[in-house]
């Protein structure tokens, strides 16, 4: 079994990573391309694709899914299907969609800064 544990030492690590796939989905060439709603379709499509394939190591190698966390995960559908509904929403607006943006980069902010300190 593959230890990632040794390559992935602290958040930061992660962060790095996050900004890595930002960077990559929202590449210029992408958006030139592509109108707004092909655009966000064919990151979902691409991040259900890429979720699917990671899904045999999760449930093979590194033993990640149980019944535990598909009882918890079922928990969490309500809640999907609501922000599924206020994304459809928000991204439709613009000016709402930079409001909510930049208010959740604060409060991420906020809380991330309490964490680390």
């Known amino acids: 079994m593959f230890d990632f544990s ?13 900004l890595m796939a930002i960077f990559v989905g929202m590449s210029k060439t ?11 379709g064919t990151n979902a499509w ?3 694709c890429v979720n699917f394939l990671k899904l045999p190591f999760q449930l093979f190698a590194w033993h990640n899914i149980n019944l535990t966390t598909l009882a918890i995960d079922a928990c969490a559908i309500p809640f ?3 922000g599924a509904f206020v994304g459809i929403f928000v991204f439709r607006e613009p000016a709402t969609f930079w409001r909510l943006f930049f208010l959740t980069t604060l409060i991420a902010s906020i809380v991330g800064l309490k964490t680390i300190s």
């Open 80 to 82: 999907v299907l609501i």
């Open 46 to 48: 691409f991040f259900l």
């Open 30 to 40: 992408g958006i030139t391309r592509m109108p707004k709603l092909a655009f966000v």
């Open 6 to 18: 040794a390559y992935i030492q602290n958040e930061w690590s992660w962060a790095v990573l996050a």
